[in-house]
Structures are given as structure tokens and as C-alpha cells.
């Protein structure tokens, strides 16, 4: 029994501070003003300081709630505070350095499937808002997710099946060999679009229909959507880092490189961002179905030839 009480104490710790919440949403912050200051740069504009994101969010919890009428309160409210803690409930399980939460077998199924809570969030807030314009994202979103989540799960999936185990410490010790390789390839091709930048940024294109799904949300509860994005950016970092970047013994440089891989690959797709135009859906939905398919053949092809 005290064992049990010790390990739900470690996973809330986990959940609460590192890798949660207390420590991932700054970390998310630093992120999002790194991509809004390299953007910036590259354009030949100044950007904004490092504490904007956060100023962002403080200014958001002070402002009014207000609800469209006619829309069911409870889920309204609801949908961006499960996604804040779906998404910090699957980084909880990645095993980074200090994560005080053991690693349990079959936990690689529960980070997926918390990891596409936010996503269906996303999807149910464009269509409970009742707005043409939410649900125009909404759509968008939901069918581009058939799309990019191929070569995205078929990485993780390929991953497991090469350390024969779905234990994410099993997957982080994996000899590193060609399966590594083309799996971090197939990873890296679904990364854009889970990140909603371009060329695959359909759903939140603003020239187009305003906002994302969002659009009827205001207050804190567009605070918590935007928190939510912040930590999943940690998350899908970190997690191709832990996944596919070899660890060393030693925890502390290994919390530095899985950091600095981060921080690379974030500076990959904002510069793919902006060097590249918003794609239609169909034309993005033929890329991952095509390109990215290929990827996740190549890959599930390596890890049978061994």
C-alpha cells in the first residue's frame, strides 16, 4: 500500500512541477518567444522580449470570460482545461532527466493517446462555439490530424517495436542504430503540423478564417489553450530528444542535450515556417499520405530486416 501511495506521490510531483506544469509552461514560453524572435530576425524585424509569451497569458487571465450564447457552458469551460492536462499529463511520462515518476510497462500507449486529447479538444472547440468560422478550423484540423498522425505514431510504433517493449525508459535506452535514423525522419516530417506552423498551418490560417478554432474563446479560457500549446511544443521537443538523441550516464548533460536538440529543432521548422507558403488541405493531406507514408513504409520495413 505505502508503495502505491509512493508512486502516486512521484507522478503527481511529475505532474505538478518537473517535467510538469511549475517548469514546462516557462520552458514553453522561452519556446514560443525563440520562434517569434528567430521569425523576426529573418524578416529583419527586432521581435518581441523574452517575456512576452508570459505577458501574454497574464494579460489573458485578466480579461472577461464571455460565452457565446446558446453554447453549453460546461463544455465550453471544460475543453481547455483537459487539454492542459492531457498534454501535461503525457509529458509527465516522458522520461527526462529528474522525472521524479517511474517508467511503467504499456506507458508509450498511454503518452499517445493523451497526446491526441488536446488535439480532439481543438477539434470539439471549434464545433461548440458555434461559429462558422471555429468550425471551419475545426474541420480542418480534424482531417489534417488523418494525415499527419501516419508517419507521426508509425515513428513511436517503430521505435517500440526495435526495443521490443512499449516502456518509454526501454525506448530511451535502445541501442542506436538505422531504425533511429528513419524513424527521427518520419518524426521530424509530422512535426510542422502538430505545431500548426507552415506550410502546414490550415487550421489557424488567419488570413483566411480569422482565428483557429478559438475564435469564440476569450479570458482564461484562452489563457489555458494557449498554456496547452505551450507545453505540447516542450513536449514534442523533449520527446524526440529522449526518443531518438542517444543518452550518455551522466543525467545532467543529458538534460542539456535533450535542451539543446530542442532548441534545434524548434530553429528547423521556424525556419521551414517561414520560408514557405500556408499548402491547401488537399495539398497537405496528399503530402503525408504520400511522402509521409513512404517514410512510415521505410521505416516499419527497418525494423522487420534485422
Not at 505538478?16 to 511549475?22: F, H, R, Y
Not at 516502456?167 to 503540423?193: C, D, E, I, N, R
Not at 487550421?203 to 482564461?220: F, L, R, T
Not at 524526440?240 to 542539456?256: D, S
Request: aromatic share 10%; net charge neutral.
Amino acid at each position: 500500500m505505502n508503495a502505491v501511495w509512493s508512486s502516486l506521490g512521484s507522478y503527481l510531483l511529475a505532474f505538478a512541477v518537473w517535467p510538469g506544469l511549475l517548469l514546462a509552461a516557462p520552458l514553453g514560453w522561452l519556446e514560443l518567444w525563440f520562434m517569434r524572435k528567430l521569425v523576426a530576425r529573418l524578416q529583419g524585424r527586432q521581435g518581441p522580449p523574452f517575456f512576452q509569451p508570459f505577458f501574454d497569458f497574464m494579460k489573458l487571465l485578466g480579461k472577461e470570460t464571455v460565452i457565446p450564447r446558446g453554447v453549453n457552458r460546461g463544455i465550453f469551460l471544460a475543453l481547455p482545461v483537459v487539454s492542459v492536462a492531457a498534454v501535461t499529463a503525457a509529458l509527465a511520462i516522458v522520461p527526462l532527466p529528474g522525472n521524479p515518476a517511474p517508467s511503467l510497462p504499456g506507458d508509450v500507449v498511454l503518452l499517445l493517446y493523451l497526446m491526441e486529447v488536446p488535439i480532439l479538444c481543438e477539434v470539439l472547440a471549434g464545433y461548440v462555439s458555434r461559429s462558422i468560422y471555429g468550425q471551419v478550423a475545426a474541420m480542418r484540423e480534424a482531417l489534417l490530424s488523418l494525415a499527419y498522425n501516419l508517419p507521426f505514431l508509425v515513428a513511436i510504433i517503430a521505435m517500440a517495436q526495435e526495443a521490443g517493449s512499449f516502456q518509454m525508459s526501454t525506448l530511451q535506452a535502445a541501442p542506436y542504430g538505422l531504425v533511429h535514423l528513419l524513424a527521427a525522419v518520419t518524426f521530424l516530417l509530422a512535426l510542422p503540423a502538430r505545431m500548426k506552423l507552415n506550410p502546414f498551418s490550415i487550421a489557424n490560417a488567419e488570413h483566411e478564417i480569422v482565428a483557429d478554432s478559438h475564435i469564440e474563446y476569450s479570458g482564461p479560457p484562452l489563457a489555458l489553450f494557449k498554456l496547452s500549446h505551450a507545453v505540447e511544443l516542450v513536449l514534442l521537443t523533449e520527446l524526440f530528444a529522449v526518443v531518438f538523441i542517444p543518452a550518455t550516464p551522466w543525467p545532467l548533460v543529458n538534460l542539456l542535450v535533450y535542451l539543446a536538440a530542442g532548441v534545434a529543432v524548434l530553429g528547423g521548422v521556424t525556419l521551414l515556417a517561414t520560408a514557405t507558403a500556408r499548402l491547401r488541405l488537399t495539398q497537405a493531406f496528399r503530402f503525408y499520405w504520400v511522402w509521409g507514408g513512404l517514410a512510415s513504409a521505410v521505416t516499419l520495413a527497418a525494423t522487420l530486416v534485422r
